[in-house]
């Protein structure tokens, strides 16, 4: 089933009312049954000479063998490189598996996989300054379109802007036969846009931030697109799984429209990314990207919610009065062996400072009427709740193993991975940040 014209999307200049011009340079997009048969008239059309074919030991069998035949039977070369821990991660050890065993001369990568794979590739890929294509083998996030690849770096869950897949590549009958976990993760990945467009629009208003109504509407069609087929998810429904696909690219081609994560990428993300980072360093296995942003996504809804009419008397409050020393301890408690990157990048845009703070909390009390419409339209935390519950979903923390203390640090202390206004630092600014992290 194709909804949608990709090429409305691909490879043209949008000339856009917020000012910027945008562009998603991706040359071909095919979710359908059957898709692998078109990637060797692709492969062919460019040219390439030297394809390595990148996988883990799950995305092989899931896809990899019907990629090599593909290959196989239309006289391309190519080398199988295939990372054999069960779990690859996306982070510095991983990344010099693969470039220890590529070809030098290689001038395509063909990644298959899902988050892991592909963010590993596209980074690659980037920086060889060669294309690579992804065959995508589980419909679980939203990189696949972006031009963003999060990697785990000194210990922390960085995102670096790289470039876009040459095609991707989506047989919808793989899709179908994902992991059902992983096809739920696609779900939570895209209701956690909820959250993120609030904390866009939020800081929009509180600091300025660039904003894009049209970007803001193509991530609103993702989140219609999944919510309208979740009744059919737990058929493994063909259209469902289409449309959780066709969501998911959508959301990526936003992010690319505008160069990075940020209408994609909100608190809920933040909390994800604490808890992932968290669960590496005590050597422990967590939940599924989107399993977490799911479960995060109820967390911003429910911070938002708390918030009241008087919540933004910022003319009541006393002075700011960051304590950075404190603050500093706090940090290399929590985060241990990534706290130096993250105190240098406090350091680096002082976004706790006492300055920056009044000048926002004078912001908030300004628009303080605009930001209660906002919250308004928020759907309800309960509502979230049962979309998840509907598809045997966690929504929950301690369905993903998430204690009390784990949460409460989260919400503390999640907002300090990256200079990105939203719910978690809006909280800090009105000093209701340690209320709300006692959580329940």
């Known amino acids: 089933m194709d909804i949608r014209n990709w090429n409305d999307y691909l490879n043209t200049d949008i000339e856009c009312n917020c000012g910027k011009t945008h562009r998603c340079d991706i040359d071909k997009i095919i979710i359908e049954e059957g898709a692998i048969s078109k ?41 199988p490189i295939i990372l054999r821990d069960k779990e690859p991660i996306a982070d510095e050890k991983s990344i010099g598996d693969i470039l220890v065993h590529i070809a030098p001369k290689c001038d395509l990568i063909i990644a298959v996989g899902s988050g892991t794979i592909n963010d ?23 990189g696949y379109a ?36 992983m096809i739920t993760a696609g779900v939570g990945d895209i209701l956690g846009k909820y959250v993120c467009l609030a904390d866009w629009k939020l800081s929009n208003i509180v600091t300025g931030e660039y904003y894009c109504c049209f970007v803001e509407a193509l991530v609103r069609d993702s989140l219609e697109m999944v919510v309208a087929a979740i009744s059919k998810i737990n058929e493994r429904d063909k259209d469902a799984i289409t449309a959780i696909m066709e969501a998911l ?31 590496l360093q005590s050597n422990r296995p967590c939940a599924l990207h989107g399993t977490k942003v799911a479960v995060g996504t109820v967390i911003a809804l429910k ?19 960051f304590n950075e020393e404190k603050w500093k301890e706090s940090i290399n408690k929590v985060y241990g062996l990534a706290a130096k990157e993250v105190i240098e ?52 923390p301690k369905q993903i193993q998430v204690d009390d203390e784990l949460v409460s640090n989260a ?15 809006l909280l800090f600014d009105i000093d209701e940040l340690e209320k709300f992290a006692l959580y329940n």
């Not at 062919?44 to 593909?70: I, K, P, W």
């Not at 160069?259 to 809920?268: F, K, L, M, Q, T």
């Not at 976004?351 to 339209?377: F, G, T």
């Not at 919400?411 to 630092?425: C, H, P, S, T």
């Open 146 to 181: 972006s031009n963003v690849s999060a990697l785990i770096v000194n210990h922390l869950k960085c995102t670096y802007e790289v470039g876009r897949p040459k095609a991707i590549i989506a047989d919808t009958n793989i899709l179908a036969e994902a992991p059902f976990a």
């Open 120 to 142: 590993l590739c596209k980074f690659i890929s980037y920086k060889m300054g060669i294309d690579y294509i992804i065959v995508a083998t589980a419909p679980s996030m939203d």
């Open 411 to 425: 919400i503390l202390y999640a907002k300090e991975l990256r200079n990105r206004y939203g719910i978690l630092q």
């Open 303 to 321: 911070l938002y919610e708390r918030l009241n009419v008087n919540s933004f008397r910022c003319d009541c409050l006393s002075a700011p009065n």
């Open 249 to 279: 690219v959508l959301s990526g081609i936003a992010m690319s429209y505008i160069g990075n994560s940020r209408p994609a990428s909100g608190s809920e993300h933040h909390l994800s990314h604490f808890w992932e980072l968290s669960f």
């Open 345 to 396: 990048l406090e350091e680096s845009v002082h976004k706790n400072s006492n300055d920056e703070v009044q000048l926002r909390r004078d912001a908030i009390y300004k628009h303080s009427n605009e930001i209660h419409m906002l919250i308004d339209k928020l759907p309800d935390s309960e509502e979230i709740k049962q979309l998840l519950d509907s598809i045997f979903a966690p929504y929950l």
């Open 39 to 79: 990637l060797s008239e692709i492969i062919m059309s460019g040219f390439y000479h030297n394809t390595c074919v990148v996988c883990d030991s799950t995305t092989e069998e899931a896809a990899g063998r019907l990629v090599y035949q593909e290959l196989r039977s239309n006289l391309i070369q190519f080398e």
